[in-house]
């Protein structure tokens, strides 16, 4: 991002406004997981510079949060059109976590008991704070993980079309008494805020009231332990505490990096499934897709059951609504939301659980702030930067195979095939056009999706199919509309 010139202020008062609305609409727990050390730097023209602790965290945020971040921030400050995320200094760090300490005590300080947080005259509804389940005690046999969110339940978890195999392969781990694992490795396949880690920490809840020994590790987590047992020379100390678990869960699998780590990974996975123990494991993509992962590691855990929750249908998405709105009238009698309006927010935000739970959070907050009834005008008002925000469809390859060859009637095994009949030519250059066009994978990448070809193969495809669209409208309308279908 470009940088800017001329100082324009710190603008303090309006990050703090930044971070009490992304608070408020995230909830507690992903906040404080993901942009609690989030600090402004400084404001230079309408550029905002702020700063993480870690390469990773800036990764992180910039690939899930930056849109939200910069969305509340224009919100806040309407000058603001760009953000910029740097990594700080160590002695940076250190002062902003006694300033973040400091912040946070004295937010608990101003917190209402019914949960409403008061700042400067003005009121926002922040949801309860998580209830963790705290690792079980460090000692000679045990390894601190990641803490388990009581709330997170099966029984807490709303069943739909899109999610029903995933949430009954979960249960069916979680509630699993017998000597031999089930579906090992179970491997939960799905985008941002469909619920696969919902799933994962209502596995380790459930398994944790039958006394199974359980880790719950995010990507990051594995990868700090890792490295600090290494500086700490404990780090057969750390594999083998790791491996005399009963169920080992590890979320985001597509974020571990390091050739060194990796091999450690895969070194765990092995020995957890060869011993009969439980592994569960959730990613945004399948394994064939992780291609930053060894590909033994890739392997192992395709050669569990795979399992895949997709985009959340209008049902499913009202059933989570209706859901998130009665657990917030336990604590908010007079907060009431009718059907009609229920119906509105399900049908205009199609993108993830966690927009549908800022939606309900805005709700609340407008209903509080106003005192006046939530209406479908006011749902309107309240969601419209949620709904103008949402990120379009991840479009897959194997869409796109899938789609083409349909259109063409041919079979994707043609499109991947050898053949070089003009039946199949055609349909074949033209899922390769798109995939440049809708992905983000490389032109080598598209290459091996198609049968192992060579990358100069997918260009000049590309090339062919862009001299042609300008020469035949026919073709031009044809492939888009195969775009509009695959990004519905």
Same mark, same amino acid.
């Given at each position: 991002?470009?940088?800017?010139?001329?100082?324009?202020?710190?603008?303090?008062?309006?990050?703090?406004?930044?971070?009490?609305?992304?608070?408020?609409?995230?909830?507690?727990?992903?906040?404080?997981?993901?942009?609690?050390?989030?600090?402004?730097?400084?404001?230079?023209?309408?550029?905002?510079?702020?700063?993480?602790?870690?390469?990773?965290? $800036?990764?992180?945020?910039?690939?899930?949060?930056?849109?939200?971040?910069?969305?509340?921030?224009?919100?806040?400050?309407?000058?603001?059109?760009?953000?910029?995320?740097?990594?700080?200094?160590?002695?940076?760090?250190?002062?902003?976590?006694?300033?973040?300490?400091?912040?946070?005590?004295?937010?608990?300080?101003?917190?209402? #008991?019914?949960?409403?947080?008061?700042?400067?005259?003005?009121?926002?509804?922040?949801?309860?704070? #998580?209830? #963790?389940?705290? !690792?079980?005690?460090?000692?000679?046999?045990?390894?601190?993980? =990641?803490?388990?969110?009581?709330?997170?339940?099966?029984?807490?978890?709303?069943?739909?079309?899109?999610?029903?195999?995933?949430?009954?392969? =979960?249960?069916?781990?979680?509630?699993?008494? +017998?000597?031999?694992?089930?579906?090992?490795?179970?491997?939960?396949?799905?985008?941002?805020?469909?619920?696969?880690? /919902?799933?994962?920490?209502?596995?380790?809840?459930?398994?944790?009231?039958?006394?199974?020994?359980?880790?719950?590790?995010?990507?990051?987590?594995?990868?700090? +332990?890792?490295? !600090?047992?290494? $500086?700490?020379?404990?780090?057969?100390?750390?594999?083998?505490?790791?491996? +005399?678990?009963?169920?080992?869960?590890?979320?985001?699998?597509?974020?571990?990096?390091?050739?060194?780590?990796?091999?450690?990974?895969?070194?765990?996975?092995?020995?957890?499934?060869?011993? +009969?123990?439980?592994?569960?494991? !959730?990613?945004?993509?399948?394994?064939?897709?992780?291609?930053?992962?060894?590909?033994?590691?890739?392997?192992?855990?395709?050669?569990?059951?795979?399992?895949?929750?997709?985009?959340?249908?209008?049902?499913?998405?009202?059933?989570?609504?209706?859901?998130?709105?009665?657990?917030?009238?336990?604590? /908010?009698?007079?907060?009431?939301?009718?059907?009609?309006?229920?119906?509105?927010? =399900?049908?205009?935000?199609?993108?993830?659980?966690?927009?549908?739970?800022?939606?309900?959070?805005?709700?609340?907050? /407008?209903?509080?702030?106003?005192?006046?009834?939530?209406?479908?005008?006011?749902?309107?008002?309240?969601?419209?930067?949620?709904?103008?925000?949402?990120?379009?469809?991840?479009?897959?390859?194997?869409?796109?195979?899938?789609?083409?060859?349909?259109?063409?009637?041919?079979?994707?095994?043609?499109?991947?095939?050898?053949?070089?009949?003009?039946?199949?030519?055609?349909?074949?250059?033209?899922?390769?056009?798109?995939?440049?066009?809708?992905?983000?994978?490389?032109?080598?990448?598209?290459?091996?999706?198609?049968?192992?070809?060579?990358?100069?193969?997918?260009?000049?495809?590309?090339? $062919?199919?862009?001299?042609?669209?300008?020469?035949?409208?026919?073709?031009?309308?044809?492939?888009?509309?195969?775009?509009?279908?695959?990004?519905?």
């Amino acid at each position: 991002m470009a940088e800017c010139c001329e100082e324009v202020g710190l603008g303090e008062d309006a990050w703090t406004r930044v971070k009490r609305r992304l608070r408020a609409e995230l909830g507690e727990d992903v906040f404080m997981s993901w942009l609690a050390r989030l600090e402004m730097e400084d404001v230079t023209e309408s550029c905002a510079r702020l700063s993480v602790p870690t390469r990773f965290l $800036k990764s992180w945020i910039e690939a899930h949060y930056l849109e939200r971040v910069l969305t509340a921030y224009r919100s806040e400050a309407a000058d603001v059109s760009n953000i910029s995320i740097v990594v700080r200094s160590g002695s940076r760090e250190a002062a902003g976590s006694r300033a973040s300490e400091i912040a946070r005590r004295n937010a608990a300080a101003a917190m209402k #008991p019914n949960g409403v947080h008061v700042n400067g005259g003005t009121e926002q509804a922040l949801p309860p704070a #998580p209830a #963790p389940v705290p !690792a079980a005690p460090r000692s000679d046999g045990e390894i601190a993980g =990641a803490p388990l969110d009581t709330r997170l339940t099966f029984e807490s978890f709303v069943v739909g079309r899109s999610n029903a195999l995933a949430q009954a392969a =979960a249960e069916r781990i979680a509630r699993h008494d +017998g000597p031999q694992a089930l579906y090992n490795p179970l491997f939960i396949q799905a985008g941002v805020g469909l619920g696969k880690t /919902h799933l994962l920490h209502a596995i380790g809840n459930q398994s944790r009231l039958s006394g199974r020994r359980v880790i719950y590790l995010t990507a990051d987590r594995f990868m700090y +332990g890792f490295v !600090a047992s290494l $500086k700490a020379q404990t780090s057969l100390a750390f594999k083998e505490r790791l491996r +005399g678990i009963d169920l080992l869960i590890l979320d985001d699998v597509q974020f571990i990096q390091g050739r060194t780590i990796q091999q450690e990974f895969g070194h765990t996975l092995n020995a957890l499934i060869d011993a +009969g123990r439980q592994v569960v494991v !959730a990613a945004d993509r399948p394994p064939a897709e992780l291609e930053s992962l060894d590909e033994r590691v890739r392997s192992r855990l395709a050669g569990g059951l795979v399992v895949e929750i997709s985009a959340l249908d209008e049902g499913l998405r009202a059933g989570i609504l209706n859901q998130r709105i009665a657990a917030v009238k336990t604590s /908010h009698p007079g907060f009431d939301v009718s059907p009609a309006v229920i119906q509105y927010v =399900a049908r205009s935000i199609t993108t993830n659980g966690r927009d549908l739970e800022g939606a309900v959070n805005r709700l609340l907050a /407008h209903a509080t702030l106003s005192g006046s009834a939530v209406t479908i005008e006011t749902a309107e008002v309240a969601i419209r930067d949620l709904v103008r925000s949402r990120e379009p469809k991840r479009v897959k390859i194997e869409d796109i195979q899938k789609l083409v060859a349909s259109r063409y009637n041919v079979s994707r095994s043609d499109i991947l095939s050898e053949r070089r009949t003009a039946a199949v030519v055609k349909p074949r250059q033209i899922a390769m056009y798109l995939s440049k066009v809708l992905t983000l994978r490389s032109l080598p990448e598209i290459g091996r999706r198609f049968g192992g070809r060579d990358h100069t193969t997918v260009l000049h495809a590309v090339r $062919k199919i862009e001299k042609a669209l300008g020469a035949d409208p026919s073709l031009s309308e044809e492939v888009e509309l195969l775009k509009r279908m695959l990004q519905e």
